[in-house]
């Protein structure tokens, strides 16, 4: 069972920035499309962005335009960097990441951000 675990989050003020990242315990991490995901209580989550194990990435919608993310196949990790910050990414952020043909699926357990004064 492969297990990702999330980094990164905590507080920080409007405008200000983080770094998410999310370690998978697999050497097969190549081959797994990986995602970051956010949720807000009384919300459905929501996609933020994937990245394959090409390194192409999509983002969901405006997000790109403050959002990246990237991955290290060596070292088995995928990041978020969040830059100018406003209150309405307080979220917790989940790691996805995903084998292909739907063949399996597994979940961080979330990292939280609150962007805050």
């Known amino acids: 069972q492969v297990q990702l675990v999330e980094s990164g989050g905590g507080l920080v003020q409007p405008g200000g920035s983080l770094n998410l990242s999310c370690v998978a315990s697999?050497?097969?991490?190549?081959?797994?499309?990986m995602s970051w995901y956010r949720q807000v209580p009384g919300n459905q989550r929501e996609l933020v962005a994937q990245?394959?194990?090409?390194?192409?990435?999509e983002y969901n919608g405006a997000m790109k335009e403050r959002f990246v993310i990237s991955r290290d196949n060596r070292k088995n990790t995928v990041y978020l960097q969040m830059n100018s910050l406003k209150p309405e990414d307080t979220a917790v952020y989940y790691c996805?990441?995903?084998?292909?043909?739907?063949?399996?699926?597994?979940w961080g357990q979330g990292t939280q951000v609150t962007v805050s004064r």
């Open positions: 697999t050497p097969a991490f190549i081959v797994y499309t």
């Open positions: 996805n990441g995903k084998l292909p043909y739907g063949s399996g699926e597994t």
């Open positions: 990245i394959n194990g090409r390194g192409e990435a």
